[in-house]
């Protein structure tokens, strides 16, 4: 669909003020010299595509041509999923914290968050935004929890959040598209309770969302799925061979990462010697049996964590080094001089890795940004506890519950 000049005066206004720079060449020319000539869709979805996604908002009530034309863009799954990609390997990235919430209606509570903004992948500059700057989800109004809420958990991807409150009510929401839905409840929330492991990905093969549920109960285990396109709850069976090694222990430090979701396995004893693994794609579990450097009998704190698309895995082996190796058993870095409570970030800029810091009461919490290569270590620390307990990383994203 061809643009016509009118528009292109709008066009032009719009990006000659943000990042002309940033377009190819030839994309730059037809842009240049489109006063003398149609501006073809193909160009204007190359351009988009580079546009954060206020932006994308914002462009749309330009006039009515636009709005049309952003809304066959934003309702196609192709440009979206592009779009998407494009804006999560950008230079920044937004954190979720469960600090004081905000009530700001009836049907909208927000969360504090702050911003990590790169560099050419070197962090110049880590800012920590004012209280004030709040990301806000929709209420999960349930008439049998007394403090609507407030110890909800959050599980990110792509822009979509699934929050479970303490009953295990759910509810998907894009905040920044300002769409929701309840779930359905799981078949098994009853029989079993409304505390199971979540695990929230997308399934690459349909791109689709998908929800895992496992109930370990007493010496059984039962798990079920949600398919967001389906809206709807399939129970899945696990094998008995793994059914055996993880009856009677739970599972701690879940993380979910490209599809695959992963849980470390705690025995009775409080060791870990195993992670188990959950593939969206297949509906199929699995185990990693050992863990580098030992079976981790006498490590401080392990946890889960990704460092350049990688699993890695993270704990104190003293009272002052902390330890992070790939599952291969290639260990990569020691980092020392930190005396507190620690845990690393899921996410990182190629040899720029986050650090949350804190003391056994949630005091003096601080996020370090650590180079890996260089060795540079920058503290940011936060007046109280508002950051002290890190949800999960945000991305403003088009992506509509309403698609599927």
């Not at 560099?119 to 004030?132: A, C, E, L």
């Not at 509906?283 to 490590?299: Q, W």
Request: aromatic share 12%; with cysteine; hydrophobic share 40%.
């Amino acid at each position: 669909m061809p643009i016509g000049k009118k528009s292109i005066s709008h066009l032009q206004d719009f990006f000659f003020g943000f990042q002309l720079h940033l377009l190819p060449a030839s994309i730059t020319t037809s842009l240049m010299m489109a006063s003398f000539s149609d501006l073809p869709s193909d160009i204007l979805m190359e351009i988009l595509f580079l546009v954060p996604p206020h932006s994308v908002l914002q462009l749309k009530f330009v006039n009515k041509f636009y709005y049309w034309v952003i809304s066959d863009f934003i309702n196609n799954p192709t440009f979206v999923s592009k779009h998407l990609s494009i804006t999560k390997n950008q230079s920044s990235t937004s954190l979720i914290f469960k600090g004081p919430l905000v009530r700001v209606s009836d049907h909208l509570i927000s969360y504090p968050s702050s911003t990590v903004i790169y560099d050419d992948d070197v962090v110049v500059n880590y800012s920590v935004t004012p209280i004030t700057r709040y990301i806000s989800l929709p209420l999960i109004h349930d008439e049998r929890c007394n403090d609507e809420n407030q110890h909800n958990r959050l599980y990110h991807c792509d822009g979509l959040i699934l929050q479970v409150n303490t009953l295990g009510k759910m509810m998907l929401c894009n905040p920044f598209l300002k769409e929701f839905k309840i779930l359905p409840e799981p078949n098994n929330i009853i029989l079993r309770g409304p505390h199971p492991k979540i695990g929230f990905e997308i399934d690459s093969t349909t791109n689709n969302y998908k929800c895992v549920s496992i109930w370990l109960y007493d010496q059984d285990c039962t798990v079920e799925v949600y398919t967001l396109g389906s809206d709807s709850w399939r129970e899945i069976i696990m094998r008995e061979n793994i059914k055996d090694i993880i009856r009677g222990t739970t599972l701690e430090d879940g993380l979910c990462w490209r599809g695959v979701c992963y849980w470390l396995v705690k025995f009775f004893n409080d060791k870990y010697k195993h992670i188990l693994t959950f593939d969206m794609r297949d509906e199929k579990f699995g185990l990693i049996l050992d863990f580098p450097l030992g079976a981790l009998l006498t490590c401080h704190l392990p946890h889960l964590s990704m460092w350049n698309d990688l699993l890695v895995l993270c704990w104190k082996a003293n009272a002052n080094t902390l330890c992070i190796t790939t599952l291969n058993g290639t260990k990569y870095v020691h980092l020392t001089k930190f005396e507190n409570q620690v845990r690393v970030l899921p996410f990182s800029k190629k040899d720029d890795i986050l650090i949350k810091v804190w003391r056994d009461s949630m005091t003096e919490t601080k996020l370090v940004s650590y180079n890996l290569l260089r060795h540079m270590c920058r503290e940011f620390v936060w007046d109280g506890n508002t950051f002290a307990f890190f949800e999960c990383f945000y991305v403003k994203s088009l992506v509509s519950i309403r698609r599927f």
